[in-house]
């Protein structure tokens, strides 16, 4: 079976420090990957998303980047942050971009203090 | 992609029926109507998706109306553990990069006892 892993969990940083937030798809091939974010009292928002190593399509310009290194690998990253970048992160995979069975994983919540 | 419009808020009593309204008037022929939800903290989770026949699954039930221009997620027995934001998504099926679910506020459904 397919399974999302996501870490770590709750992270605090200081601002102007570097993120790097992993997250990695097992079970499947060639996975469409995503990056979502949700600040706080609002709703959720596309970041990014990759069809393919290498592959990086940016919704939103920010502070953030992404990068697939690998097939199922999906990382998301920023080399200074800000207090605007503390959210509830979400990374999601779905079967070569089908809009149905889309699969979240657990989330990291990330305080930017 | 058609703009949807849902309420803000519903409230149901345990082991009621739930009917989550959307409208999407400008939905087009090849738009499907998705469904998920997200729990406190947790990821969106699948429910549900049709494009113009009724729908049910273990989880609940899609109504779309013959003009395709609205639709009512049902959740036929509520239960605590439905409280949550509801989102309903109009998006064309599409295998191919360029596509990815788009998450709007969304319906806060809670449910007593």
């Known amino acids: 079976s397919q399974t999302i892993h996501q870490w770590p969990a709750t992270l605090v940083q200081p601002v102007g420090s570097p993120l790097s937030l992993e997250c990695t798809v097992e079970g499947t091939s060639n996975p469409n990957l995503y990056w979502y974010r949700q600040a706080a009292g609002r709703g959720l928002q596309l970041l990014f998303y990759?069809?393919?190593?290498?592959?990086i399509s940016s919704e939103v310009p920010q502070n953030l980047s992404a990068s697939r290194p690998q097939d199922r690998q999906f990382i998301l990253s920023s080399k200074k942050l800000l207090l605007s970048d503390s959210g509830f992160y979400l990374c999601a995979w779905s079967v070569t971009g089908l809009l149905y069975g889309y699969t979240f994983g657990s989330g990291t919540r990330l305080t930017v203090v | 992609d058609a703009k949807t419009t849902q309420p803000p808020s519903m409230d149901c009593a345990e082991g009621r029926a739930a009917n989550l309204p959307c409208n999407h008037s400008?939905?087009?022929?090849?738009?499907?109507v998705y469904w998920y939800r997200q729990i406190h903290s947790q990821g969106p989770q699948y429910i549900i998706h049709?494009?113009?026949n009724n729908e049910t699954n273990e989880m609940a039930s899609l109504i779309i109306t013959e003009d395709r221009k609205s639709s009512t997620l049902i959740l036929p027995h509520a239960t605590l553990r439905d409280t949550a934001v509801y989102y309903c998504i109009v998006r064309v099926e599409a295998n191919q990069a360029g596509t990815a679910l788009i998450f709007g506020k969304g319906t806060t459904l809670s449910v007593s006892s």
């Open positions: 400008t939905i087009s022929g090849n738009e499907y």
């Open positions: 990759s069809v393919g190593i290498g592959q």
């Open positions: 049709g494009l113009k």
